[in-house]
């Protein structure tokens, strides 16, 4: 019954959740997809329902793209991704600028 629902809610959240993620510069996307996996147990729990994940992932690039660009980081380091990999993937935007 609960992979029912979170299919149903899955299907009237698909792409209102996600906001002004698909807008963020690509660099700032990637970033969240690299820190993702070790976010994801920290927002979603240890629940491996794919249609779960989806919307938990779905709500976390909502959360993300709705901070502003300088509060993204520390909004990345507070609930899980490394401060290091924050770190390094500033400094690779550095140098390409």
């Given amino acids: 019954m609960r992979a029912v629902l979170l299919a149903i809610a899955a299907l009237g959240l698909s792409g209102c959740a996600v906001g ?28 491996r329902d794919d249609v ?5 992932r779905s709500d976390a690039q909502k ?9 993204r980081a520390k909004w990345l380091v507070a609930r899980g991704c490394s401060k290091q990999m924050v770190a390094a993937a500033e400094e ?5 600028q």
């Fill in 20 to 47: 002004r993620f698909p807008q963020l510069a690509q660099e700032d996307k990637a970033l969240f997809f690299r820190c993702w996996p070790s976010m994801q147990r920290a927002l979603c729990g240890d629940d």
């Fill in 92 to 96: 690779e935007r550095d140098d390409d």
């Fill in 63 to 71: 959360a993300y793209a709705d901070r502003p660009a300088a509060k």
């Fill in 52 to 56: 779960y994940v989806g919307i938990c």
